[in-house]
């Protein structure tokens, strides 16, 4: 199968081939890499030569590369003989490079980048957003995530690391995202936990920020957040554990609210998934009310992994046997006609990109996985219309419930 969106990306008069992940993608008119990492990169290649910020030997620490156009530029050609335009933006540079991810699709997309552009990813070391950070790190290329509470997290964390091990000399930083989503509130955080902040001109409506590890206060990890949650069937409270790139970090929102409300019954011993699981609140509440089933979470967030199986252990231990954890792009690889219920509040984003092929893989890898006879009950937008995709694949679909936000609906194999 093709891997879709095979873009040329040009930094510093070089070419690289960039693919956004997965595969076969309905949305092709998205591209992997945006201005900022142009801009980044730029920056970085055009400094004097007694000036550059990394050295062959550096040891670099990449957050948030969505698809691998920051940690492929740090990569050597496999084969040296290779069409000049394969050639790396920095063919002698073997730095160590270091990829920090939330998401599993954004780990998978830098791999198989790698691999389409025929590079070394001997240098390349991946870890996800939990790790722990590595030590004596040169510099840092910051892609600013979308998620607030993201980028907290982990700007604290880069702090307490490199206080933790008392660098020499600290590390140079530089963030970098779309100058319209770099406000005022965006460097007060940089301020805040890592000290002083300035940034440059915009280019390309990008923009890139540079910090000082000035700040002398050091913050308190305020993740994962832990809250109550009611089970009015059950007539008790559950807590919730939330890590930061999770949403609805502090209460149940109120799409899940409205999506339990408008849960279907669950038969004795079935199996069923919960996709796109989040903090694993909807599977938790299935498996509240029928204790013989057996869940499956999924999710592509390590943090919503790391949740969801805290909070079955938390507040149903004595069923954690039943429940599988599974970090995926959508139902990769899950066998075919093996379930019978699949619940679902599919993303309408990418990203930063809004796009519903997600949904679209989602919907497509249900009707696979399902037995027949079984059931994909989802919960969206009103104005997202997936009525029409799930008449599309399923051939049927169900009004469940309506209101102003939202409609639960549900289709059947």
């Not at 040169?138 to 982990?154: C, E, G, M, R, V």
């Not at 499956?296 to 992994?305: G, K, V």
């Amino acid at each position: 199968m093709p891997f879709t969106m095979l873009s040329p990306f040009f930094v510093n008069d070089k070419q690289l081939k960039l693919s956004r992940f997965p595969l076969a993608q309905v949305n092709r008119s998205l591209q992997a890499w945006d201005a900022s990492d142009e801009y980044l990169l730029n920056h970085i290649l055009n400094q004097k030569k007694d000036e550059q910020l990394i050295s062959p030997t550096a040891r670099v620490l990449i957050f948030n590369d969505a698809f691998g156009a920051l940690a492929t530029s740090f990569c050597t050609p496999l084969d040296l003989s290779l069409p000049s335009y394969l050639s790396s933006h920095l063919s002698n540079n073997k730095a160590h490079i270091f990829c920090i991810n939330d998401s599993y699709i954004s780990s998978q997309g830098i791999a198989k980048n790698i691999e389409i552009n025929q590079l070394d990813n001997t240098n390349i070391t991946q870890l996800n957003s939990l790790d722990t950070l590595p030590i004596d790190i040169d510099i840092i290329l910051f892609k600013i995530p979308k998620s607030k509470y993201l980028l907290i997290a982990q700007l604290i964390q880069i702090k307490k690391s490199i206080e933790q091990y008392s660098f020499d000399k600290k590390p140079v930083f530089i963030a970098a995202d779309r100058a319209k989503d770099i406000h005022r509130s965006t460097l007060a955080l940089f301020e805040k936990h890592l000290g002083t902040t300035t940034t440059s001109l915009a280019v390309k409506k990008a923009r890139l920020v540079f910090c000082q590890f000035d700040q002398k206060q050091t913050y308190n990890y305020p993740y994962p957040t832990v809250w109550s949650l009611t089970n009015n069937t059950l007539k008790c409270d559950f807590i919730i554990s939330n890590h930061a790139n999770v949403y609805a970090r502090e209460k149940l929102d109120i799409g899940a609210r409205y999506f339990i409300e408008n849960l279907p019954y669950v038969k004795e011993n079935s199996q069923v998934i919960d996709l796109g699981c989040g903090n694993g609140v909807i599977g938790l509440t299935i498996l509240a009310n029928q204790p013989t089933a057996c869940i499956q979470f999924f999710d592509e967030s390590h943090m919503a992994i790391t949740s969801a199986k805290v909070n079955i252990k938390t507040n149903l231990p004595e069923l954690a046997a039943q429940c599988q954890f599974h970090l995926n792009d959508c139902l990769t690889n899950v066998e075919s006609n093996s379930v019978d219920l699949i619940l679902c509040n599919p993303p309408f984003h990418q990203q930063a990109a809004t796009t519903d092929h997600i949904a679209w893989q989602m919907f497509k890898d249900s009707f696979r996985v399902l037995k027949k006879g079984g059931e994909l009950r989802i919960i969206g937008n009103r104005q997202l219309a997936y009525h029409i995709k799930l008449k599309r694949i399923f051939g049927n679909e169900k009004l469940i419930a309506s209101n102003d936000k939202f409609v639960t609906q549900s289709a059947i194999k």
